[in-house]
């Protein structure tokens, strides 16, 4: 191979993210100056914060500009090396773009650039012990700080940061109950995943279905979702309720302001929280979380699913999965193999 091939960003997104807001382009591959490493990309990761970095607003990350590639996560093997901490062969994750190969360097972009740990093989680094694991992990524990016998309520719970809170709170002792979209999703929930009741909000009615499967309310809620499904909820919620605000993936796509929960005031009475929070901010704690999700997983108590997508040409539709819940589990797609 001897160009880059890439997806560009082409225009900003009105409505539901779509192949029409990315340009295929081929350029020459770079090359890496002192410090730096040149990386071809294998594995790349879709997330639903990648529909943000694509619009023109502040933000956690400043927007991906119009003409450059589309910002991703990414697992890597290094090409070759300016930097005497890599040598060529190493797997590296970073933050590598819609494109073949990138420089990378280890105080550079969001995720830096970090050799894989022994062991550890790239679905699982940028899965369950990645972005969305890490998510999991110190969104309910450090937000929703669970004790035993309480009640956590999971939206976007098949998916792969609401599939893994809710298993962390069952193994801190909680009752967890999952909302997710449609009867596969729920039925892996249920029989595979080990969550006590599942709602499917596709096909029943989300606020009767709460007060059935949370008779005594709930305590935590894990919010992945925001909307019709955060409103519902706070219908439900016991005295010191916690709401952990991760994510609002209903809104994403719409083309008018979300409008907020019309019974926010309930927090008042109950004396409840809600609280938002982004997992970069955590990147100094990763290895504390990967170490416990790591003997979890080895201890049969932590399940993960990855959804493997392939083909370079396939990378804007893979996005546009996430949106309509296509995907059974971590969105991943691989674009190389290892050499
Ligand atoms: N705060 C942070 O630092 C942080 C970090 C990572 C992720 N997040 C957030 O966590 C959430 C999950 O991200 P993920 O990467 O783990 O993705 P994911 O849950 O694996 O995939 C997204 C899922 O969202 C659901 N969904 C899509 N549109 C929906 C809608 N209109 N209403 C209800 N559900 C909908 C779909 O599941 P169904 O089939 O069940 O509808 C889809 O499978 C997102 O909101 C994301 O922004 C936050």
């Not at 994750?93 to 022994?118: H, N, R, S, Y």
């Not at 309480?150 to 940061?161: F, K, Q, R, Y």
């Not at 409103?231 to 605000?245: P, T």
Request: charged share 20%.
């Amino acid at each position: 191979m001897n160009t880059n091939r890439q997806w560009l960003l082409a225009k900003r997104p009105d409505g539901m993210v779509s192949r029409d807001n990315f340009e295929y382009t081929e350029t020459p591959i770079p090359e890496a100056k002192s410090g730096e490493v040149l990386v071809r990309n294998l594995y790349l990761s879709f997330d639903p914060t990648q529909r943000g970095w694509m619009v023109d607003r502040e933000s956690y990350l400043p927007p991906v500009a119009i003409g450059a590639p589309m910002r991703a996560g990414s697992i890597g093997q290094v090409v070759t090396s300016e930097h005497a901490d890599f040598e060529a062969g190493d797997l590296v994750q970073t933050t590598g773009g819609w494109q073949d190969f990138v420089i990378a360097a280890p105080e550079q972009g969001p995720m830096g650039l970090t050799k894989l740990p022994v062991g550890v093989t790239p679905e699982m680094m940028l899965s369950v012990l990645g972005i969305t694991g890490l998510t999991a992990y110190f969104g309910l524990l450090d937000l929703g700080n669970p004790k035993p016998g309480e009640t956590v309520l999971v939206s976007g719970a098949a998916g792969a940061t609401g599939s893994v809170a809710g298993q962390i709170a069952k193994i801190k002792g909680c009752r967890v109950v999952g909302i997710a979209g449609g009867p596969e999703k729920c039925q892996w929930l249920k029989q595979e995943v080990g969550f006590d009741e599942v709602i499917d909000y596709k096909n029943e009615n989300v606020d009767v279905r709460i007060a059935e499967t949370c008779p005594n309310k709930f305590d935590i809620f894990f919010d992945n979702v925001g909307g019709d499904i955060l409103e519902a909820a706070l219908n439900h919620m016991n005295m010191k309720a916690r709401i952990v605000m991760c994510g609002g993936i209903s809104g994403y796509n719409a083309t008018e302001p979300v409008p907020g929960p019309a019974n926010l005031m309930n927090l008042i009475t109950l004396r409840a929280r809600m609280e938002g929070f982004i997992v970069l901010d955590y990147m100094p704690r990763a290895g504390e979380a990967i170490v416990e999700l790591l003997g979890w997983i080895s201890e049969g108590q932590l399940k993960y699913q990855i959804d493997l997508q392939e083909g370079f040409d396939q990378i804007p539709d893979t996005l546009q999965r996430l949106f309509t819940g296509q995907n059974l589990g971590k969105q991943l797609l691989k674009i190389a193999e290892p050499f």
